[in-house]
């Protein structure tokens, strides 16, 4: 069965920092792979996905994120963050064989001015 | 933002009654799913449905059960509700499952007390 993990559960920082949220899931076979932001008292919104192709997926907001199938990651990367972007963020994964989309636990980043 | 409501936004129901959770999607969208959401656990997969009168389990589906008797409704039902159960439930909704993002309701918040 497919799982997410998410190993850095919650992340502070400052403005202008940059930052890198870890992802990394388990099946063998081909994956599409989302990142979700949720903001306080907001449902999710998709950040950025990856089906195939180039394996920097650039999304919105300035985040991006590496696809490293050797390493079953999808992390999340942003060179400089801001306050507004202080949120919940989640990884998530549907594997080829089946139409669940399974999440990570989510990590939850506080930027401070 | 998809036009997805779920209802009701926020409920209290007593320890041993029935509770049905409503999703109505306005986009014709094939896939829908419930989650919930709860503090450590991210979000997890409750039950999904791939068309009208084809629904599948999810990783935490002891307690609940759906329908989806029409193309627009999803309905999440606990049979006797539990203070477990306590969270705060989102729908999505995707439009072929597999290579498409998911798109979330606005939650909502159930207390069993």
């Known amino acids: 069965a497919q799982s997410v993990s998410q190993h850095n559960h919650h992340v502070i920082l400052s403005e202008a920092a940059s930052l890198e949220l870890g992802c990394n899931y388990s099946y063998g076979g081909t994956v599409n792979l989302f990142w979700y932001v949720q903001y306080p008292g907001q449902h999710l919104q998709l950040l950025l996905k990856y089906f195939s192709g180039d394996p920097l997926v650039k999304g919105i907001k300035g985040f991006e994120a590496e696809f490293i199938k050797s390493k079953f990651s999808f992390n999340l990367r942003k060179p400089s963050v801001q306050w507004s972007d202080t949120a919940e963020y989640f990884c998530a994964v549907n594997a080829e064989n089946t139409d669940k989309l399974i999440f990570g636990t989510g990590t939850r980043l506080q930027v401070f001015p | 933002d998809a036009g997805i409501t779920q209802s009701p936004r926020h409920k209290v129901t007593e320890t041993g009654t029935p509770v049905t959770l409503r999703c109505h999607q306005t986009e014709n969208h094939r896939y829908m799913y419930w989650y919930r959401q709860d503090p450590g656990h991210g979000l997890r997969l409750i039950h999904y449905?791939?068309?009208?009168?084809?629904?599948d389990k999810g990783e935490v589906s002891d307690g609940y059960s759906v329908s989806r008797s029409k193309t627009e409704d999803f309905l999440l039902t606990l049979e006797s509700a539990t203070s477990s159960q306590t969270s705060v439930y989102f729908c999505a909704i995707s439009e072929r499952g597999k290579h498409t993002e998911a798109f979330f309701g606005q939650g909502t918040r159930l207390t069993v007390v």
């Open positions: 449905s791939y068309g009208v009168k084809d629904t």
